[in-house]
């Protein structure tokens, strides 16, 4: 073992205390730019490029990849604004423990989506997709949530739980009940809103002189 690797993680730690307030007044915009995009992109999806169920996966793909730059340059915007270093090791703790879950769900998407491709197949057969989104974004969320809050982990069982009882929907009811765009907007985009909504009327702030 080496001889600085407690005294490393005692510091990352403390610096991980240190920072909840910060970390949380943070995720405010991030919430709200993230839901703002998940609602836009469910309300628009049926009437864009994702009537294919390959034209679904690529359209939400996109979204998600536009939701995580999205995030990272509110982030990086904070922390300079706060004069506060952006990749830091409680930063990377935070980024490692939610990568598992988001690199989980990108892989079983190409994985399934390739076997699917030669198929056809319009944007409802991608239904399936939005619990196992779902599901692994949750479970990544909840990882992360160690080193940053309780919210956040309650945040991510909304995921979990939503992924699971619309999984639980898509073989229960047919395709035309649950439209997968607006499955989408409405979870993705919709618990993110509230996310945003607890957090901004929750926050202490500091009083006025």
Not at 47 to 56: A, E, I, N, V, Y
Not at 140 to 157: I, K, N, P, T
Not at 166 to 192: C, I, K, N, Q, Y
Request: proline share 4%; glycine share 14%; hydrophobic share 50%.
């Amino acid at each position: 073992m080496q001889p600085n690797w407690a005294e490393e993680n005692l510091q990352v730690i403390r610096t991980l205390m240190e920072r909840a307030g910060l970390y949380r007044r943070a995720l405010a915009p991030v919430m709200l730019s993230v839901g703002l995009i998940g609602l836009t992109a469910g309300a628009y999806g049926t009437s864009l490029s994702g009537k294919t169920f390959m034209g679904f996966i690529t359209y939400w793909s996109c979204a998600c990849l536009l939701s995580l730059v999205a995030s990272i340059g509110i982030s990086r915007r904070q922390a300079i604004k706060s004069d506060e270093q952006f990749w830091s090791p409680a930063t990377r703790r935070v980024v490692l423990a939610f990568l598992p879950g988001l690199a989980s769900g990108a892989g079983v998407t190409v994985v399934l989506s390739g076997l699917g491709a030669g198929r056809g197949g319009s944007a409802q057969d991608g239904v399936l997709f939005v619990p196992i989104w779902l599901i692994f974004y949750g479970c990544g969320l909840h990882a992360a949530g160690w080193f940053v809050s309780q919210g956040m982990r309650r945040l991510a069982w909304g995921f979990i739980l939503c992924g699971i009882l619309v999984l639980s929907g898509a073989f229960a009811f047919d395709g035309e009940r649950m439209p997968a765009h607006w499955l989408m907007g409405a979870t993705f985009g919709g618990l993110h809103l509230i996310a945003a909504a607890y957090l901004y009327f929750t926050e202490k702030r500091e009083p006025t002189p």
